[in-house]
């Protein structure tokens, strides 16, 4: 062996000894990131020193910090702590806000999975139940239309824009689902159908909590339908229920949406909702 090679690693054993690829080394060298100690004439075969160990070990590490190969040589040219530390600052407060988002995700997964278990638990179309439900928070938008008097094209674009109020806040979309509706007692109760309040279920770590309300737990009374266009005449039963059983209602009417199941049907929204009103028992 040429005495020039002595001590040398080639590019292979540089390659595998750092857990990295042979194209990866030529690439740092071809950037002047990392440039063998020697190259020989005759073959080009790369040969590193084993020094230059501790100088690949932090281009690793730099890039497992989420920095850029280019942004990696930069700093490691100018030779700045200064530099090292804001740009590490800068990566961290980056880290943060996906670290934000990924527990975004990982809520709405769980809200989604959630809803699909209820949903196959769910009684079918048309069944009246007594239910506990527990605590809910709600963050609501009031907007210029009675949903009541139009259609499932409305009620479209009314959904629209809770998503564009919701984007304007920059709050996460993963947060735009299960919405709902609220009508007032006096309402529900002389069945006169009128609503213009809009809303989506929340949770603890929603963004905007100065702008959530509480809606208590309690026995509620529900009727569950998958029809948009039966809402009124479901409620109507829900009431007529309510009357029989001698149930003193106690709250606003809620319908909620408990799962979309448009994922089905790519031409419309298709939804299976849940209608419910707070009752007290007379015992």
């Given at each position: 062996?040429?005495?020039?090679?002595?001590?040398?690693?080639?590019?292979?054993?540089m390659?595998?000894?750092?857990?990295?690829?042979?194209p990866?080394?030529r690439?740092?060298?071809s950037?002047?990131?990392?440039?063998?100690c020697?190259?020989?004439?005759?073959?080009h075969?790369?040969?590193y020193d084993?020094?230059?160990?501790?100088r690949?070990?932090?281009?690793?590490?730099?890039?497992?910090?989420g920095m850029e190969?280019?942004?990696i040589?930069?700093?490691?040219d100018?030779?700045?702590?200064?530099?090292?530390?804001?740009?590490?600052?800068?990566?961290?407060?980056?880290t943060?806000?996906?670290?934000?988002?990924?527990?975004?995700?990982?809520?709405?997964i769980?809200?989604?999975?959630?809803?699909i278990?209820?949903?196959k638990?769910?009684?079918a179309?048309?069944t009246?139940?007594?239910?506990y439900?527990?605590?809910?928070?709600?963050?609501?938008?009031?907007v210029?239309k009675?949903?009541y008097d139009?259609n499932?094209?409305?009620?479209?674009?009314?959904l629209?824009?809770?998503?564009n109020?919701?984007?304007?806040?920059d709050?996460?979309?993963v947060?735009?689902?299960n919405a709902g509706?609220?009508?007032s007692?006096?309402?529900?109760?002389?069945?006169i159908?009128?609503s213009?309040?809009?809303?989506?279920?929340?949770?603890?770590?929603?963004?905007?909590?100065?702008?959530?309300?509480?809606?208590?737990?309690?026995?509620?009374?529900?009727?569950?339908?998958?029809?948009?266009?039966?809402?009124?005449?479901?409620?109507?039963?829900?009431?007529?229920y309510?009357?029989?059983?001698?149930?003193e209602?106690?709250?606003?009417?809620?319908?909620?949406?408990?799962?979309?199941m448009?994922?089905?049907?790519?031409?419309?929204r298709?939804?299976?909702?849940?209608?419910?009103?707070?009752?007290?028992?007379?015992?």
């Amino acid at each position: 062996m040429d005495e020039k090679r002595t001590g040398y690693i080639s590019i292979g054993e540089m390659a595998k000894m750092n857990r990295t690829t042979v194209p990866t080394l030529r690439l740092y060298d071809s950037m002047k990131l990392l440039t063998p100690c020697y190259v020989d004439e005759k073959t080009h075969y790369r040969y590193y020193d084993i020094k230059q160990n501790a100088r690949l070990d932090m281009i690793q590490y730099m890039k497992e910090l989420g920095m850029e190969l280019k942004e990696i040589k930069s700093i490691l040219d100018r030779k700045d702590l200064d530099l090292i530390e804001d740009v590490l600052m800068q990566k961290r407060e980056q880290t943060l806000q996906e670290m934000e988002e990924l527990k975004f995700k990982m809520e709405a997964i769980d809200r989604t999975v959630a809803s699909i278990k209820r949903y196959k638990k769910s009684p079918a179309s048309g069944t009246i139940t007594l239910e506990y439900i527990p605590d809910r928070t709600i963050y609501s938008m009031t907007v210029d239309k009675n949903f009541y008097d139009y259609n499932i094209d409305t009620y479209e674009l009314i959904l629209k824009q809770l998503k564009n109020k919701l984007m304007e806040c920059d709050i996460p979309q993963v947060y735009y689902c299960n919405a709902g509706t609220l009508m007032s007692r006096r309402r529900f109760e002389e069945q006169i159908f009128y609503s213009n309040e809009i809303f989506i279920f929340v949770d603890d770590n929603f963004p905007l909590q100065d702008r959530v309300q509480k809606i208590e737990n309690g026995m509620y009374a529900c009727i569950y339908t998958e029809d948009f266009d039966e809402e009124q005449e479901c409620a109507a039963r829900l009431l007529e229920y309510c009357k029989k059983n001698h149930y003193e209602i106690c709250g606003d009417y809620i319908c909620e949406e408990i799962m979309e199941m448009h994922i089905f049907n790519e031409r419309k929204r298709a939804m299976y909702l849940r209608l419910q009103i707070p009752v007290k028992m007379n015992k």
